[in-house]
């Protein structure tokens, strides 16, 4: 069976139609190349089939009809878009982990002739110098000044520590209500999305919006999106939804009053019910925030380092200061004044004539007491050295870690860019196509134009 003359009309005009929407598609492709979180979109055609015969057997029988715009589909990979989400929320984990070791190195700054095994060694160089000159006045001064200058280096860096617990707690705060904001963001626009495409729109728009946004809630939360078969997405932390179609929760922070006690992410709906609270977050800043603020984490680490260097250095003296004597023979008394923190610890005593720096009945110029203690200064570095050798070791392994998070992300994003991102040039090769399928079309249309004119305006004329 032949094709009707208004059939191929109908092909033509089909066809015009398709390659316009190509076109479409790919100028607005070429206008959002350098938009943040589009993704390539293209024309999807699906042939039509022949006309269908009437009888007690139909069949379709001659040519197709040609070809209509089925949809405009977008070039984006779940499976992907889930990977580059984990990938993104490992390492915004393990860049929060590297970023408090770097602040706690820059309060250690070892090794160095600022650091605090520095002032530990002049301390106890300066009890050698008294056990070297035992009853001069500006020995005597010298010791207590570097006494002094130890305490007050130790009282300065853990307050040090503790300015960047209380920051860290801040920022918590702050990423927190980033990700209530983010979640009724979501909410919204799978709101759009559902009566967008309840309508009969392109919710291709909105689904990158809802990727993005969804990318952007893992990089906190560690959760990931599950999206559901009308295009809105369900965002899950912690195994509980954050966001289910138009309606979401909200999280809160409960933190502990001073640093070591526990501070957690927990669920706003939920405090006070009985009902557990904690969010369960496993990723993310987020994770990385509380890890950083629990009692196990590198800063409440680092502080109990300085409060067992503290501990180490009073006890030790006073243990064996209070054994000794003044140069006017007066039994010694306590060198330091702590109470269990480092930042506690402060001299206590006011004049050089009260360092007990003799034996029992040595006499005035002996030194033994002092020399005692300088001695101390061996197992009081040793200690620290092993400390800071810890925190060196955490540092490195937060680094490697990150080095490996950044890198798999830079993979998964490689990918995702592979196949969503927009080429010009590939863009440029497209329109040139669709241009002349335009314009085919548009010669079909033409020439059965001109041969209707013909049969109807000139067939049939005779004598003329």
Do not use: C
């Amino acid at each position: 069976m032949g094709l009707s003359t208004f059939h191929s009309l109908n092909t033509a005009a089909r066809g015009l139609e398709a390659a316009r929407a190509q076109i479409a598609v790919t100028a607005q492709n070429t206008a959002n190349a350098g938009t943040v979180g589009y993704t390539r979109q293209s024309a999807q055609l699906q042939a039509l089939p022949g006309v269908h015969s009437n009888g007690l057997f139909p069949n379709v029988t001659g040519a197709g009809q040609g070809v209509e715009v089925a949809g405009i589909g977008r070039s984006a990979s779940e499976l992907i878009n889930r990977q580059v989400r984990g990938a993104v929320a490992q390492t915004s984990f393990q860049q929060i982990r590297a970023e408090a070791y770097s602040g706690i190195e820059d309060v250690l700054r070892e090794p160095g002739d600022h650091s605090v095994s520095s002032a530990v060694n002049a301390y106890h160089s300066a009890w050698q110098d008294v056990a070297n000159d035992p009853g001069d006045v500006g020995a005597g001064t010298a010791l207590l000044e570097a006494a002094a200058s130890l305490a007050g280096r130790l009282g300065a860096d853990v307050q040090k520590l503790k300015d960047q617990y209380t920051a860290h707690g801040n920022e918590l705060r702050a990423e927190v209500d980033q990700v209530n904001a983010l979640a009724g963001q979501l909410a919204v626009v799978n709101g759009a999305i559902r009566s967008t495409g309840a309508a009969g729109g392109s919710t291709n728009e909105l689904l990158d919006s809802r990727d993005r946004i969804a990318e952007q809630l893992s990089a906190l939360t560690g959760g990931q999106l599950r999206p559901a078969a009308d295009g809105t997405g369900e965002f899950l932390v912690g195994g509980n939804a954050l966001v289910s179609g138009e309606s979401h929760q909200t999280l809160t922070v409960v933190a502990g009053s001073a640093p070591g006690e526990p501070t957690t992410v927990a669920w706003t709906h939920r405090l006070g019910t009985g009902t557990p609270a904690s969010a369960g977050v496993d990723g993310g800043s987020l994770a990385g925030r509380l890890s950083v603020l629990s009692a196990d984490g590198p800063l409440a680490v680092a502080m109990q380092g300085y409060d067992d260097l503290a501990r180490s250095i009073a006890e030790g003296t006073n243990t064996v200061h209070q054994s000794g004597f003044t140069g006017s023979g007066t039994p010694g008394g306590a060198f330091f004044s702590f109470t269990g923190t480092a930042n506690s610890l402060t001299v206590d005593i006011t004049d050089s004539a009260q360092i007990a720096h003799a034996g029992v009945d040595q006499g005035a110029l002996d030194g033994s007491v002092a020399d005692t203690i300088s001695g101390l200064g061996t197992a009081v570095s040793s200690g620290w050295t092993g400390f800071v050798s810890g925190v060196g070791a955490s540092s490195r392994s937060a680094l490697n870690g990150l080095s490996l998070s950044v890198g798999t992300e830079s993979s998964a994003r490689a990918s995702q860019q592979s196949l969503a991102s927009v080429d010009r040039d590939e863009e440029a090769v497209n329109l040139v196509t669709f241009q002349h399928a335009y314009q085919a079309s548009a010669r079909v249309l033409t020439a059965v134009d001109e041969m209707l004119d013909t049969l109807i305006n000139r067939v049939g004329l005779v004598g003329r």
